[in-house]
């Protein structure tokens, strides 16, 4: 399908809030990215994801401690995504270009591709968001069914027990499948990507050949083919549960939307940041440990309407932004704690699959 259009509305809702959370950078003079809390924490977790690594593969611990470090790397991994990486990509980690492309390079060192993150995140999911057939976070077919327009399987019925294992798939799927599916097919689901540059060419074999050679080629030499496999599969499947659990709390629950264009006009019937409130939901919004952990990424609805402001602002921002809803109508999705959102995954996941 073409990439639908969204609607102009005569509503200013878009435009009121941007006015106001201008405002409150301005009458406190601060900037948007990132501060010397966010720097902190970047040192803070790529040193301790680098110093695991190390220490698996240089100094070889006993089996039960490299398996606990493990574990720990698959953390650290997606802590790196959720708190360096992510806001790297958006612009938002620092006020400085190079800095901001430097914390988001860390995602070649995590096993994804920092070009085709860019293309499948910044631009198709943060604007067409929850489309079916358009935002490639939620094609997962045929295993998963995530809105009421995929097609129904009778496996379906079962994807709310079956569906963790496949979450924890994720990075593996990132690492050996994902990346080179949209390099040699050129799109991202249905939809096609922009003609990469010479440059970006050789980035992407270049990071892939990176990871390659640190977290398999290295490992094996160093400490064998088994413990290295062992060892390369929890850590990974840490990741890849964590990661999946994150996103899909964002936007695969019960009270977020699926809409879809108009057949005739291919328009989406709210304005853009309409769309973003009512396709997204927060959730433990004040769980200092989880906010911490997942940078800021249980605030969704701020980030999908401001992804260019560091996810260290979202608990100031998040009142300005759930007043103005308030104030034009607007439901605005939030759970008080993260059980509670998983809960409605599930939920929404078993409707999903009986609902024919």
């Given at each position: 399908m ?5 609607l ?40 301790s994801?680098a ?9 070889t ?19 790196v ?11 938002s ?7 901001n ?5 860390s ?5 994804a ?22 935002d ?6 045929p295993?998963l ?12 019925r ?22 080179y ?10 939809v ?15 990071a ?15 400490l ?8 390369f ?45 009512l396709t ?16 800021g ?9 401001f992804?260019?402001?560091?996810h ?20 605005y ?6 059980r ?17």
């Open positions: 073409s990439t639908p259009k969204f102009h509305s005569s509503s200013n809702f878009h435009t009121e809030l941007k006015r106001r959370v201008n405002q409150y950078f301005e009458e406190l003079q601060k900037p948007s990215t990132g501060n010397f809390k966010l720097f902190f924490k970047a040192i803070f977790l790529t040193g994801y110093a695991l690594y190390v220490h698996l593969v240089y100094f611990p006993p089996v039960w401690l490299a398996l606990l470090e493990c574990v720990l790397l698959g953390c650290f991994t997606a802590a995504g959720f708190n360096v990486m992510h806001d790297g990509a958006h612009g980690f620092s006020k400085s270009k190079a800095v492309k430097l914390a988001a390079v995602v070649n060192f995590l096993g591709s920092y070009i085709m993150w860019c293309m499948k995140h910044n631009i198709i999911h943060h604007t067409y968001t929850n489309i079916d057939g358009v490639d976070d939620i094609e997962i077919k295993y069914r995530m809105c009421p327009t995929q097609k129904h399987h009778k496996i379906h079962f994807q709310h027990y079956y569906v963790w294992f496949l979450y924890s798939l994720l990075h593996l799927f990132w690492v050996f499948a994902s990346d599916k949209k390099y040699f097919s050129g799109k991202i689901g249905t096609p990507i922009r003609k990469m540059t010479l440059r970006e060419h050789i980035a992407f074999w270049a892939k050949i990176i990871y390659a050679v640190l977290f398999m080629v290295i490992p094996i030499i160093k064998g083919f088994l413990p290295w496999l062992i060892g599969l929890t850590a990974s499947l840490v990741t890849g549960f964590i990661i999946s659990v994150v996103f899909q709390l964002a936007h695969t629950v019960e009270e977020t939307a699926f809409p879809l264009p108009t057949g005739d006009t291919n328009k989406i019937e709210n304005e853009w940041a309409i769309h973003q409130v997204t939901a927060n959730f433990a919004t004040k769980n200092k440990l989880i906010c911490w952990l997942v940078g990424l249980n605030f969704q609805i701020e980030h999908h309407l992804p260019r402001i560091s260290v602002h979202y608990p100031a921002i998040s009142k300005i932004i759930k007043q103005t809803c308030e104030e034009f109508n607007i439901k999705n939030e759970f008080d704690r993260m509670h959102a998983i809960i409605s995954h599930v939920l929404y996941l078993r409707k999903m699959g009986r609902l024919a």
